[in-house]
């Protein structure tokens, strides 16, 4: 047999048991759900900031984070959204193999998903409590959707899952909204079509369930860039790329059309400076089309308390050990620039 099996975990409903969500918490989440809702369905003409680490790898760093977030929150709230990214599953692509806080609760040690899923749902209970925001977090794992399914308000499909079956039919059954993002060929015609697949219901096998769903209305696209052939980056961020993308949507039957940008991956080819330069690029596109205004719901950045990352083997408080990031001067100077742009 090629698979070991190592224990039997227990159960999203045996883990949610275990570390409920406080009712206080419950009536936070559903406020924060309403008001991001909206954004997406026109109600609201607040405009979304997903922002946060690459890698939620340090559960004090992160809730310290958020906690400076909150505070910017307060002051930017008649215009903006500011949604927290708490990524549990942020993988290194290269060197050691770190796979996220689920996979190794200790990046030096080796795995332990029971750990690892504890170490999450504390992780984000805490910021919850503590900042009163409700985060975001990308499905790399759409197994795994149980252990969060109460506690996040947001959720990203990446670039190499957008395509993937299981993905679309598992977002299909969210009731909170999903960004699929663009495949990293760039093909807009992928993501629209994963877009589409999770607005409607499906009926299929889940964690040994036979399921339906009922279809998530909220689905949306990300633009985050794209590679060519040689390995270069492609932007798809410019006013003629929002552009195509909203005669695309004018073409197909899609409820709520809308789109965050990704300032970082392939947009910024990785520099992390560039996210200001690229946001401030969007925020003038918006200013300058309606109907891109619109469509354009928010933006995407990686920030965290240090700019810059680390190396394999530093430890470094709140600089990140994935991708580079934003530091937090330079997060809140643009936050406050996004606002005065609104």
């Given amino acids: 047999m090629s698979f070991e099996f190592i224990k039997k975990l227990p159960t999203p409903d045996q883990i949610r048991s275990e570390y409920p969500v406080p009712a206080s918490l419950q009536e936070l989440k559903k406020k924060r759900d309403a008001q991001i809702s909206d954004v997406f369905t026109g109600k609201s003409n607040k405009f979304l900031v997903i922002i946060g680490p690459c890698s939620a790898d340090n559960e004090d760093a992160v809730c310290e984070y958020v ?33 996220g806080i689920v996979h190794q609760p200790d990046p030096e040690k080796g795995t332990d998903f029971l750990r690892g899923i504890l170490a999450m749902r504390k992780m984000q209970l805490r910021a919850m409590e503590e900042s009163g925001l409700t985060a975001a977090d990308e499905m790399l794992y759409p197994e795994n959707w149980g252990y ?8 990203a499909i990446g670039a190499r899952s957008v395509e993937d079956q299981q993905h679309r039919l598992v977002v299909s059954g969210f009731d909170v909204p999903a960004g699929m993002k663009n495949p990293t060929s760039g093909d807009l015609s992928v993501m629209l079509n994963s877009v589409y697949a999770a607005q409607h219901p499906h009926p299929f096998i889940y964690r040994g369930w036979e399921v339906n769903t009922t279809g998530n209305l909220l689905a949306h696209t990300i633009l985050r860039g794209a590679v060519n052939k040689h390995g270069n980056s492609i932007p798809n961020y410019h006013y003629e790329d929002l552009i ?6 004018n073409e197909r039957d899609l409820a709520n059309p809308a789109c965050i940008i990704d300032a970082n991956h392939s947009n910024s080819d990785k520099q992390f400076k560039e996210q200001i330069r690229i946001v401030n690029e969007i925020m003038h596109s918006r200013r300058h089309n309606s109907d891109i205004a619109k469509l354009v719901k928010g933006v995407m950045v990686e920030s965290y308390l240090e700019e810059g990352c680390q190396k394999i083997g530093e430890h470094i408080y709140g600089k990140s050990i994935t991708d580079p990031c934003l530091g937090w001067e330079d997060t809140q100077n643009l936050i406050y620039k996004i606002a005065d742009f609104i």
């Fill in 67 to 99: 906690s400076r977030l909150a505070k910017l929150n307060e002051q930017v709230c008649d215009k903006l959204i500011l949604i927290p990214r708490i990524y549990t599953n942020k993988p290194r692509t290269t060197g050691d193999g770190y796979k």
């Fill in 148 to 155: 969060v399914s109460d506690i996040l308000s947001y959720v």
């Fill in 244 to 249: 195509l993308l909203l005669e695309k949507y």
